[in-house]
């Protein structure tokens, strides 16, 4: 049963009792009723606010009105609830996908500290050694210095002057420069020594098109020609180690497996094929597409290739079956793709479209995550940095941009020369330099963004440029059939 006010005849908010006439009230009617009049409502005897004694009680359902007890009135309050539902659901989801980003950014943030940890702790036992090392050539007992108040003896027994320091004199101070001037410039004479192969493919359907390393011995070089071959050749030997026959069509992208003597080619005969280099023979055909395959990237774990194509799809497959796994397009765009690269994390990819877009997709879920536009024409090449914080794109607008993958925005624009094609883009295992190979190669300084180097050696146009380990050396092909090694 709920208590009722005296004076309006309605639930009360805050009700209380008058020891007066023993009436229920609202507090907020009553202090008024007294303030004016000074006496109990019901009776008229004296009473003052502080006789009034509170009651507690749970809060109080005021009855709905009358107006509100209609088949029309209860469904728009139905209604309204209804849409107070909704509205409360979108801010829920709206929150959750705000606080799914920003785990997003911590974890990229997480695993880039690791890698740099990792990278640092390399670093410090490397020093370490070469301290041991030192260490007994430090132990060789010094000579020590004479005072100059006691005379030396000569070899006759003699007592011998010691001369006074004049100091260096400009004389040998230039004498020491023009030395040092020598010698900077022998050392970048090495710096820059090129050793140049050619005749890994046919002449008669010239150039290289695809260029790889292998990542546990960079010595071995793989290649894909115009002329339909896969190469592996040796540097060290300066020969070739197989040269594998199979596609139709010319090979536009080819990858060293990490840690097994498999390669793998694609091609716009719509074919990627999985080689054996000690066996001379392919061991898998993958039929995902139905038109030329544009990219080939090689998963972390070695398992699996993530490929891109002319018919707008990407696919994802297994190498030892061969099978699909997963095949998405992106059907509101209705383009072709150019282009693909893992992110180093090989959760997320990239590819590159005909109509100058980059494409962000989260393979898990199989979904487009973000869009980066900017480019004026169709993108040829994209490359993450090892520290997965960077994204950067070459395309046909004779442009290279970079983006942060932190804030999804770009950051740096660096406009090359007019009619510049940009044909292949790879960052250093340190991030530390970052190669473009095009109408000739450059090589960029991460964080600073500027050129440190430019080679000009191809006659034709630079197809695919690679790092060696440690960035000792960078490899490049082109079209003039010739693979260059550029001594750094």
Request: include cysteine; charge should be negative; aromatic fraction near 8%.
């Amino acid at each position: 049963m709920s208590l009722v006010c005296a004076i309006s005849n309605e639930v009360p908010e805050h009700p209380c009792v008058s020891p007066v006439s023993n009436q229920v009230f609202e507090r907020r009617l009553i202090e008024k009723y007294i303030a004016e009049n000074g006496t109990d409502p019901m009776n008229g005897q004296p009473l003052s606010e502080e006789q009034l004694v509170d009651i507690k009680v749970s809060h109080p359902i005021r009855p709905k009105a009358p107006s509100a007890t209609s088949i029309p009135a209860i469904l728009k309050s139905l209604q309204d609830e209804w849409d107070a539902v909704m509205l409360h659901s979108f801010t829920l989801r709206q929150q959750l996908q705000t606080t799914r980003q920003e785990l997003s950014h911590a974890l990229y943030q997480h695993d880039a500290a690791c890698r740099v940890i990792a990278r640092l702790t390399k670093e410090v036992t490397a020093a370490r050694e070469a301290l041991a090392t030192l260490k007994p050539q430090a132990g060789l007992v010094a000579p020590q210095a004479v005072p100059a108040s006691q005379p030396t003896a000569g070899a006759g027994g003699e007592p011998m002057e010691i001369s006074e320091q004049v100091g260096m004199t400009p004389e040998i101070i230039q004498k020491l420069q023009d030395k040092a001037t020598i010698l900077t410039t022998e050392r970048k004479k090495v710096f820059f020594a090129v050793i140049p192969f050619s005749g890994l493919h046919s002449a008669s359907v010239p150039g290289i098109l695809a260029l790889d390393l292998c990542p546990s011995d960079t010595n071995k070089v793989l290649t894909g020609g115009a002329d339909k071959n896969v190469v592996v050749f040796d540097k060290n030997e300066e020969q070739i180690v197989a040269t594998l026959k199979g596609h139709t069509k010319k090979v536009t992208s080819v990858i060293y497996h990490p840690s097994q003597s498999v390669v793998f080619s694609a091609s716009p005969d719509t074919t990627i094929r999985v080689w054996s280099v000690t066996g001379g023979n392919c061991v898998q055909v993958v039929r995902a597409h139905e038109a030329g395959v544009t990219g080939l990237s090689l998963h972390a774990t070695g398992d699996y290739l993530l490929s891109s194509s002319e018919d707008q799809y990407w696919a994802f497959s297994d190498i030892q079956t061969g099978r699909v796994l997963t095949k998405v397009t992106d059907e509101s765009a209705g383009c072709a793709l150019t282009c693909a690269q893992f992110h180093p994390d090989g959760l997320i990819f990239g590819t590159g479209t005909a109509d100058s877009q980059i494409k962000i997709w989260d393979l898990k879920e199989r979904t487009n995550v973000a869009n980066f536009p900017g480019h004026s024409g169709p993108v040829t090449s994209i490359a993450f940095s090892e520290n997965g914080y960077y994204l950067a794109t070459g395309a046909q607008d004779s442009s290279l941009k970079l983006w942060d993958l932190r804030k999804l925005k770009n950051f740096k624009t660096i406009t090359l020369d007019n009619n510049y094609e940009v044909k292949s883009l790879v960052f250093d295992q340190s991030g530390t330099y970052l190669a473009v190979g095009g109408s000739d190669i450059r090589v960029y300084i991460c964080k600073q963004w500027s050129e440190v180097l430019n080679f000009t050696d191809h006659s034709g146009l630079v197809t695919g440029v690679a790092f060696g380990e440690n960035a000792k050396f960078l490899t490049s092909a082109g079209m003039d059939r010739s693979l260059k090694f550029y001594s750094l």
